[in-house]
């Protein structure tokens, strides 16, 4: 018979790659986790982990098992989740990755109001790109993701919770300033200051502007950075421009402005989650307060202005 216990060790060895760091997220002994696990294979009469391997890999049976453990995990902790929706009782934990080019400006609108709202509920947060929060909601290292969408992602689920409009921040010196109802399509990159490599934003620019590349090999001084706040920096203090979601434009900085393309391409900001989602009643309030604390014109958005990036 096998145990949700045995398919907890199965899906941390999985998820860690390793038996010692899987004993110790799971306050077990190593040897207390791989008997467990042995037991389990030995009762299924096949192998879940090649041992052989550095790390260790599941088998082509074992990933089949483990993706079935997780969804009987998540089912499981379904139930505390139903009595606690009866008991309209709003409590328990939540781990959420967040993307860099929204957590500055979305998370100080909706935290206060949050944790005050529902002081029984700890809310972790955690910034990481997109690539890095799908893959710890495939491997439930975090519950919820916030980031823009369309993924197009197997196995994760979107949410869509608001839509940015794409806008030109602008040094007044650069000839843009002197523009309105700007086409994307006829910018370059030249004085174009970019975020790096990895960001959704990034890639988001890129196709919006239908650049190839964001080099410019006739600069003396190329940057691209992590921080749209140090993005805007460099505009103000070293002319050129950028793209700026509209969370990121904040109170206008002397000597820069703001231009709008006649297009008002959108982003799309949603939650993302697994299909083995269990903490829906936390996830619904969580929508409820983000939306509450943006401008409600941003709740609803032209989907046919909505920009990929993938």
Same mark, same amino acid.
């Given at each position: 018979?096998?145990?949700?216990?045995?398919?907890?060790?199965?899906?941390?060895?999985?998820?860690?790659?390793? +038996?010692?760091?899987?004993? &110790?997220?799971?306050?077990?002994?190593? %040897?207390?986790?791989? #008997?467990?696990?042995?037991?389990?294979?030995?009762?299924?009469?096949?192998?879940?982990? /090649?041992?052989?391997?550095?790390?260790?890999?599941?088998?082509?049976?074992?990933?089949?098992?483990?993706?079935?453990?997780?969804?009987?995990?998540?089912?499981?902790?379904?139930?505390?989740?139903?009595?606690? &929706?009866?008991?309209?009782?709003?409590?328990?934990?939540?781990?959420?990755?967040?993307?860099?080019?929204?957590?500055?400006? !979305?998370?100080?609108?909706?935290?206060?109001?949050?944790?005050?709202? @529902?002081?029984?509920?700890?809310?972790?947060?955690?910034?990481?790109?997109?690539?890095?929060?799908?893959?710890?909601?495939?491997?439930?290292?975090?519950?919820?993701?916030?980031?823009?969408?369309?993924?197009?992602?197997?196995?994760?689920? &979107?949410?869509?919770?608001? @839509?940015?409009?794409?806008?030109? +921040?602008?040094?007044?010196?650069? %000839?843009?300033?002197?523009?309105?109802?700007?086409?994307?399509?006829?910018?370059?990159?030249?004085?174009?200051?970019? !975020?790096?490599?990895?960001?959704?934003?990034?890639?988001?620019? #890129?196709?919006?502007?239908?650049?190839?590349?964001?080099?410019?090999?006739?600069?003396?001084?190329?940057?691209?950075?992590?921080?749209?706040?140090?993005?805007?920096?460099?505009?103000?203090? &070293?002319?050129?421009?950028?793209?700026?979601?509209?969370?990121?434009?904040?109170? %206008?900085?002397?000597?820069?402005?703001?231009?709008?393309?006649?297009?008002?391409?959108?982003?799309?900001?949603?939650?993302?989650?697994?299909?083995?989602?269990?903490?829906?009643?936390? #996830?619904?309030?969580?929508?409820?307060?983000?939306?509450?604390?943006? %401008?409600?014109?941003? !709740?609803?958005? /032209?989907?046919?202005?909505?920009?990929?990036?993938?």
């Amino acid at each position: 018979m096998i145990t949700l216990i045995q398919m907890e060790y199965i899906v941390a060895v999985d998820t860690y790659r390793h +038996f010692v760091t899987a004993s &110790e997220k799971c306050f077990v002994t190593q %040897p207390t986790l791989s #008997m467990q696990i042995k037991k389990l294979e030995d009762n299924l009469g096949v192998i879940v982990f /090649d041992r052989t391997k550095q790390p260790i890999i599941p088998t082509e049976i074992g990933n089949k098992i483990i993706e079935q453990a997780r969804v009987t995990l998540a089912e499981s902790k379904r139930i505390i989740e139903i009595v606690k &929706e009866h008991n309209d009782t709003i409590t328990g934990d939540i781990t959420v990755g967040i993307i860099p080019s929204l957590a500055p400006y !979305l998370l100080p609108l909706f935290i206060g109001d949050f944790t005050k709202t @529902y002081p029984d509920v700890k809310l972790k947060v955690v910034e990481l790109l997109t690539d890095n929060i799908i893959e710890d909601l495939k491997k439930d290292k975090i519950d919820l993701g916030i980031l823009v969408t369309p993924l197009k992602e197997k196995g994760v689920i &979107e949410k869509p919770l608001f @839509y940015e409009e794409m806008a030109l +921040f602008v040094n007044e010196s650069h %000839p843009i300033a002197n523009k309105n109802n700007i086409d994307a399509s006829v910018l370059d990159n030249n004085d174009l200051w970019m !975020l790096n490599n990895g960001h959704c934003f990034r890639s988001q620019v #890129m196709n919006l502007c239908k650049l190839k590349s964001a080099a410019n090999d006739s600069s003396q001084f190329e940057y691209e950075s992590g921080s749209l706040e140090t993005i805007k920096k460099f505009v103000e203090k &070293e002319g050129g421009y950028t793209l700026l979601p509209e969370l990121a434009i904040g109170n %206008p900085i002397e000597g820069t402005s703001i231009k709008h393309f006649n297009s008002k391409p959108l982003r799309e900001v949603s939650f993302a989650y697994t299909r083995n989602y269990s903490k829906r009643r936390l #996830m619904e309030v969580l929508a409820d307060s983000i939306k509450k604390s943006i %401008p409600k014109k941003m !709740l609803e958005g /032209d989907k046919s202005n909505i920009v990929e990036w993938r």
